[in-house]
């Protein structure tokens, strides 16, 4: 595989990091003898050009959809499957979880293998193989991977897996078991707490909002239940299988052919409901006695990832929370000390998710924490970004993808995302291009269209005793229990 590609090196920092700001009247912006530089590379207009190398595709006749990538430096291969229309944004209203535990039962039996047949075999070909349904994603994945040399194999038995699950009811019962665990431990921390609350504040009653099975929900679910899902949803007009690494696209045919046939289902996946930001600022307080941290997170939704303003939006989050060099980063933990680290990160999918900031600091220091989260909130919108600044952004970006093109799975990823998105097929030869074309009034621009600040959407986990005075000069509070259930309040 050959990546041809020209650029001069972005600035090389240290943590402490930040551009030159002007300082503000009342405002706690990072003075000079802050930022450090080190290895500073020279000031050029030259930027990443490359042209990523482009899979060999091929579409089956019962619609799969198959990229190839070579790649001879390993003697490596992976496969990834996506198929769209089996991830949980798609489960029934009353069955959340359905698609999670399909995908988590694939491994645990066919006709001709048991659970730790499976297992075994698997680890004697030296592979690994995953799959999952992540909540919010209207996807399953199957992962699998091993050495080029035994690939027939590993690619037959990941095949078993996916065409001939049994679902068997022993397995089944195990799983449950375990879950109704992971559902009682999930309520003890805080991470959990505030996912769940945030993407209900922000999605509403879209699917998107729900983050967790129910033990109601388990109850229900039986093998038939899991066999129709498969049944309907496990079809190969939805998938696309990516194989990257020490393999040919002949050999990869050869090994298709060999295995057994994926007819085809009931049609192509619709596209995912529309989300829509919500509108008014929500306030939601997830109550845990005795706490001595807060976890916040603050957004709303923004964009989908066809959107035109999705580069631009990537880089006004880089420059507000993409990382330790970033506003979030300097100001809460390198000036204030309040956290190990704030952040920012937008979600994008085929339906708009929302750009979010976080961080986690000490209670005595969430005051002062929200202060700093809402000035540099506003600091985005309402003032241009300096010209320093902004390029210094840019460059991370791009020498962030630049690194990332050494990696065949995720040069695999890259190809799978045109797909599923319907990109260009240059779209990632000029991606750094694009981004490198971003100017502080675009920055500016979206930042005011898709963050404002009167519909933020708010949420703290700690304390309430000590947060909620806190959080009310923000707006109308909302006091929730650990169990998620709404909480009187004096």
């Known amino acids: ?29 990072i003075p000079l003898s802050k930022v450090e530089r080190k290895n500073k ?23 799969l959809n198959v990229l190839v990538l070579e790649d001879h430096r390993l003697p490596l291969v992976t496969a990834r499957l996506t198929i769209l229309g089996a991830g949980a944004l798609n489960d029934p209203a009353d069955l959340p ?46 992962t699998a991977s091993g050495l080029s040399d035994n690939a027939a194999q590993w690619i037959a038995l990941a095949s078993d897996v996916l065409l001939n699950p049994s679902f068997p009811a022993s397995e089944l019962d195990k799983l449950k078991q375990r879950m109704r665990v992971q559902l009682q431990q999930q309520r003890s921390t805080a991470g959990f ?18 983050t967790s099975a129910t033990e109601q929900a388990l109850d229900k679910i039986t093998p038939a239940m899991l066999a129709e899902w498969h049944k309907s949803r496990y079809v190969p007009e939805n ?29 192509k996946a619709a596209l995912p409901a529309a989300t829509k930001p919500a509108r008014g600022r929500g306030i939601f307080l997830v109550d845990r006695p005795g706490s001595v941290q807060t976890d916040v997170e603050i957004g709303n939704i923004a964009i989908n990832r066809m959107d035109s303003d999705y580069v631009p939006m990537v880089v006004m989050d880089r420059i507000v929370g993409g990382g330790a060099s970033a506003r979030l980063f300097m100001n809460l933990r390198e000036i204030h000390g309040y956290t190990y680290g704030a952040y920012s990160q937008l979600v994008a999918r085929r339906y708009a998710g929302p750009w979010i ?45 630049a690194l990332s093109l050494e990696r065949p799975d995720q040069l695999l990823d ?22 490198m074309a971003i100017t502080a009034e675009q920055v500016q621009r979206v930042a005011r269209k898709y963050i404002v600040p009167d519909d933020l959407q708010i949420v703290a986990v700690g304390d309430a005793a000590k947060l909620k005075p806190v959080l009310d000069k923000y707006g109308a509070v909302q006091v929730f229990e650990t169990s998620g259930k709404p909480k009187a309040t004096p």
């Open 357 to 401: 900031a976080q961080g986690s600091m000490r209670t005595d220091a969430t005051a002062g924490a929200m202060t700093e989260f809402m000035n540099e909130i506003n600091r985005i919108r309402d003032k241009a970004v300096p010209e320093t600044e902004l390029e210094e952004s840019k460059r991370s970006i791009v020498a962030s993808f």
């Open 239 to 267: 998938a696309i299988l990516g194989i990257a690494g020490d393999i040919s696209p002949e050999a990869v045919m050869q090994m298709l052919q060999a295995l057994p046939e994926w007819k085809a289902g009931p049609g």
């Open 1 to 29: 595989m050959n990546i041809n590609f020209k650029f001069v090196a972005p600035l090389a920092v240290s943590a402490a990091l930040i551009a030159q700001v002007p300082q503000d009247p009342g405002s706690k912006a």
């Open 41 to 63: 590379a020279p000031v050029s207009s030259e930027i990443l050009r490359v042209k990523l190398p482009k899979p060999v595709e091929m579409t089956l006749p019962n619609g």
């Open 97 to 142: 979880g359905l698609a999670n535990v399909t995908a988590a039962m694939l491994k645990e039996g066919t006709p001709t293998r048991s659970s730790k047949q499976i297992a075994e075999e698997t680890e004697k070909l030296g592979a690994a193989i995953a799959a999952q349904a992540p909540w919010g994603s209207e996807s399953a994945t199957l």
């Open 193 to 210: 707490l505030m996912q769940e609350r945030f993407n209900r504040a922000v999605y509403g009653d879209h699917p998107a909002g729900i």
């Open 414 to 435: 890259y190809a799978i995302t045109l797909k599923v998105y319907g990109l260009p097929a240059d779209y990632w030869d000029t991606y750094p291009a694009k981004i």
